[in-house]
């Protein structure tokens, strides 16, 4: 049992058999079969947990599965099924530490779901990073380790629709299965090169973040792309397109970037820029393929009411703050020096620059040293503090 632990090219050289044998599963569809998940977790102090959304087939998020590795025993729950209340499950999950990989969209997902909160976390995918691998899908890390190849077509599968099919169940097992496991192997490298503490940063870090959900919609969440390159005209029919893309989505319910994508929005808007341009002449240049052509003719009357509109009119963007104003030449300069002197420190301990701070974050220490506490995480700030282009 032991030998299933160890990494796969480990298992190899000591001549132990590698398996991929997918492992067993109960699912949970009805409300009377949450009672053993409810029991096993209340036996743990931790438990693997993952989900799957429907967000590339709604307009709106769902949840649509729940998977957990509780003990050795794998427990997948279908959210949607009819009568599934889940109030138990959350007040007793909420006290357990989760291992996780990747798990700021699942983490915001439930916030939103239930307001749940985690107390403790290790996710699998911050580990990968902190570790500078190169490689931290989970699908990467599991064939590197456990020699498991995951079919990738369950990323895409519309988790939504009933019944979900054996292979799409295998696929959500695999995802927790070998979580503690894969732990194990991150833990032990992150202790190894001092990074422990890291870790549990990153990861406290990770919840608060997914502790805030999803940001509320924005009356300027139209200014898409590089929507700033537009003008007047186009900026106001960019306006009207964006929102009848939403409300089309909202009628079909679908995913708004299948109703079209961010590029053709903008291609509209900047050809309504053009000088001479009528909206008939920018329209019979749109083509948004033959199973779209019952939308066109709203899309035209968007395009028109946004060419007759006052672009002073549209929603004015937020006044920026102190750190999002633009920064003097003498600031530009000595956040190159902070940018330069970030790479060498990161190329010395072999870990991505960014991990370390993202531009964003230089530009506001570059503006206000003495807030490299409340910018970055300890370790993070630890690690910029002494360099020379802070002291100078």
Request: hydrophobic content about 45%; overall charge positive; proline content about 5%.
């Amino acid at each position: 049992m032991i030998s299933r632990f160890l990494p796969v090219r480990l298992r190899r050289l000591l001549g132990v058999k590698v398996t991929t044998r997918p492992p067993a599963f109960q699912l949970i569809d009805q409300p009377a079969q949450l009672a053993p998940l409810l029991a096993a977790l209340g036996r743990v102090e931790e438990v693997a947990l993952d989900t799957e959304a429907d967000n590339m087939f709604h307009y709106r998020t769902r949840v649509c599965l729940l998977q957990f590795l509780v003990d050795g025993e794998v427990f997948l729950v279908d959210v949607l099924a009819p009568g599934m209340q889940l109030d138990p499950l959350w007040a007793i999950l909420a006290h357990k530490h989760l291992i996780m990989h990747g798990s700021d969209f699942d983490l915001r997902l439930l916030h939103d779901l239930c307001r749940f909160r985690t107390h403790s976390l290790f996710d699998t995918m911050l580990a990968a990073q902190l570790l500078n691998r190169q490689r931290i899908g989970l699908a990467a890390l599991l064939e590197e380790h456990f020699g498991v190849a995951i079919d990738k077509s369950g990323q895409k599968a519309n988790w939504s629709a009933r019944p979900i099919t054996p292979k799409l169940l295998t696929y959500a097992a695999l995802d927790v299965w070998h979580l503690p496991a894969l732990r194990d192997i991150l833990a032990r490298e992150l202790a190894k090169r001092g990074r422990t503490q890291w870790m549990e940063q990153q990861c406290r870090a990770q919840i608060e973040a997914g502790s805030t959900g999803f940001a509320p919609p924005d009356e300027n969440d139209w200014r898409i792309g590089k929507s700033e390159r537009l003008r007047g005209r186009g900026l106001s029919v960019l306006h009207a397109v964006w929102h009848w893309r939403e409300a089309q989505a909202k009628r079909i319910d679908t995913a708004p970037f299948k109703v079209c994508g961010n590029e053709l929005l903008l291609r509209i808007s900047a050809a309504c820029d053009e000088e001479g341009a009528t909206p008939e002449a920018v329209l019979g240049q749109v083509n948004l393929g033959r199973r779209h052509d019952r939308i066109f003719p709203s899309l035209a009357e968007a395009v028109r009411a946004g060419f007759d509109r006052d672009p002073k009119t549209l929603p004015r963007r937020p006044g920026r703050d102190y750190r999002h104003a633009a920064l003097t030449q003498a600031e530009v300069e000595r956040l190159d020096r902070i940018k330069e002197d970030r790479d060498r420190v990161a190329a010395k301990i072999e870990l991505d620059p960014t991990l370390i701070a993202s531009r964003a974050q230089l530009a506001q220490i570059t503006r206000a040293p003495d807030r490299i506490d409340d910018v970055l995480l300890r370790w993070q700030a630890d690690l910029l503090r002494d360099i020379p282009s802070l002291k100078s």
